[in-house]
Structures are given as C-alpha cells and as structure tokens.
C-alpha cells in the first residue's frame, strides 16, 4: 500500500486499485482551485502509473461534492474583476473530465452522498456509479443561470436519454438513490455502509480482467473521433434548453459555457 499527500485529496494505491478521495467534507467535497489542482494531477498520475489497473473516486464525509466552492469565486470576485468562468473551466474542470474519458483504466464513482454540479459531471464522467443509498445527483445549473458543464451535456443524455436529461437540467431537481438506479444513472445502489466493501469488490473483479483486454491504438482513435462528433451533435441538442431558458427567462443571467471533449 502506498499513499501519496496532497491537501484536499487522499490517493492510495493497493494491490493495483488506486482510491482518489476528496477530502474537503466540512464544504461538501466542494470544487476549490487546489482541489481541482490536485484531482487532476492524481489522475494524470494513475493513467500513467502502469502498477494502477482501476481507479475509484469518492468523498468524504456525507457528501461526494457539491460542485464549485461559491466562497473560492467570492474570494476571487472582488471590485474590478472580469469574471471569465469559460476560461476557469477550459483551465481547471475540462482536464478532469477529458483525463478520465482519454484513461486506459476503468473509472468506478462511489458516491457517497449529494453529487450536484460538478460534483454531478464528475461522478456522470466515470466508467460505472456505485451509489449509497443516501446518495442523491442534482444539476443544479439552471438555478444560476447555467447550462451544465464539465461534461453533463454529452454523459447525460447517453446515460439516461433525451428527454429526461432535458427534464433534469430544465428543473435541477434532485434525483434520489433509487431513481437514479431506475434511470440508469448508477449502475447499483447499495447500503451506506456496505459502500466501502461494494467498491473494493467491485475493483477487484475488474482487475481480474484487464490484463486480458487489449485495445489497439486505431480502435482508440477511432472512438475518440466518434465521441467528439457525438457530443457536437448533442450539444446543437442543448441549445434548445438554452434558447427555452431565455424566452421564458427561467435563468436571470446569460452565460452559458460547454467542455469540448
């Protein structure tokens, strides 16, 4: 077993299973500059570390994350600042969504508690959700003026359809452990604390078959060209909420940003 220190995030590699859990539970596992600092560099270091075969993310505390820490842009917001919040996302969010699609390795999300926002498009970028039974996925979004981002317009409707995906982000209303499974949004919901045990039973049937998957380079390039065309695609999709949301002015502020996978 091998740790690795960082301030906002726990990564410990055992027996090819490395956890990344985010460690800010006193804010809900919120999305500070650090934090996506460091999760995007312990991801680029378990994609690269060739003794790490499966990759688990979660939360501590109650909650897996609310999604961006609103004192962290307060902070930042002071008189004369020119809020630049697609740049913020190319710059910190985008590497977090793209490193986990580019990697090599299965990606399991347990999630613990509350996913809204990012949080959300962070637990939707992952391979498989495992969810606790008190786990709950909010797009929250629409009430701040926002489509979602990090990745939520091109994961969601593929997870979930069209049609509810666009309810979801239209309302931003929370959906529960139970429904989420009914929608295919988590792949199993277990008990809170049956967790812990599920993920790592989880990971190691994985690891029993990954030696044995072998996918050439073409076949790589291949999906990433269609995934890209897909999420383009899905995104013209998405700017029908968006045109919806103004003409009924259900979002007070115009601001509207995607990641470009």
């Not at 990606?107 to 786990?135: T, Y």
């Not at 999420?231 to 259900?250: P, Q």
Request: hydrophobic share 40%; glycine share 6%; proline share 3%.
């Amino acid at each position: 077993t091998t740790a690795t220190a960082f301030e906002t995030i726990s990564v410990i590699l055992e027996e090819g299973v490395c956890t990344i859990t985010l460690q800010r539970a006193d804010v809900l596992n919120a999305f500070d500059t650090i934090l996506t600092t460091e999760l995007a560099k312990a991801l680029k270091e378990a994609s690269r570390n060739k003794d790490v075969r499966v990759v688990v993310l979660t939360g501590s505390g109650r909650a897996f994350s609310s999604g961006q820490d609103l004192a962290d842009l307060k902070a930042k917001y002071v008189p004369g600042h020119v809020p630049n919040l697609g740049e913020d996302l190319k710059k910190r969010y985008d590497p977090i969504v793209k490193l986990i699609h580019t990697m090599e390795k299965p990606v399991i999300a347990a999630v613990n508690g509350v996913a809204a926002g990012a949080g959300c498009s962070l637990a939707l970028a992952c391979d498989m959700r495992i969810a606790s039974e008190h786990a709950s996925f909010i797009e929250v979004f629409v009430h701040v003026g926002l489509v979602p981002d990090s990745g939520s317009t091109w994961t969601l409707p593929r997870l979930i359809g069209f049609g509810r995906a666009m309810e979801l982000c239209c309302t931003g209303r929370p959906v529960k452990a139970e429904e989420a499974l009914a929608i295919g949004l988590v792949n199993q919901v277990v008990p809170s604390d049956e967790l812990k045990e599920f993920r790592h039973t989880l990971a190691k049937k994985l690891l029993k078959i990954t030696d044995s998957v072998n996918i050439d380079n073409d076949s790589k390039d291949d999906f990433k060209f269609h995934a890209t065309l897909a999420m383009r695609d899905i995104d013209k999709k998405f700017d029908k909420i968006w045109d919806y949301l103004k003409k009924y002015k259900i979002c007070k502020r115009g601001i509207s940003y995607r990641i470009t996978l």
